[in-house]
């Protein structure tokens, strides 16, 4: 079983930044692609940004260039920085991790999610 811990949201004014953590613990053989996803209220869930075990990332067009997706695979650890953030980036961010609690098998796991609010 996979667990995953958010961390980092919170409030800030538009233009400020704020750094996203989620961490994966339990019994991981292996972890694959991780990525953010959000869902503003009444909105559908997105996809922000993914990164593979290779360490290629993808963006949304929404926020390339302004967020940042990495990762420590020694502290099974994903991170989002997100700078120059806009009123329209408030929504709650859930991490989403592809692992291997069971060898040969990959599940999809999803963490708690963290509120993000841009507001003057």
């Known amino acids: 079983q996979v667990q995953l811990v958010e961390s980092g949201g919170g409030l800030v004014q538009p233009g400020g930044s704020l750094r996203l953590s989620c961490a994966a613990s339990?019994?991981?053989?292996?972890?694959?692609?991780m990525g953010w996803y959000r869902q503003a209220p009444g909105k559908q869930r997105e996809l922000g940004a993914i990164?593979?075990?290779?360490?290629?990332?993808n963006y949304a067009y929404s926020v390339k260039g302004r967020f940042t997706i990495s990762r420590d695979n020694a502290k099974n650890t994903v991170y989002l920085q997100m700078n120059s953030l806009k009123p329209e980036d408030t929504a709650v961010y859930y991490c989403?991790?592809?692992?291997?609690?069971?060898?040969?098998?990959?599940?999809?796991?999803w963490g708690q999610g963290t509120q993000v609010t841009v507001s003057s």
């Open positions: 990164i593979t075990s290779g360490g290629g990332t």
């Open positions: 339990g019994t991981i053989f292996s972890i694959g692609h």
């Open positions: 989403n991790v592809y692992a291997m609690s069971i060898p040969t098998q990959e599940l999809s796991y």
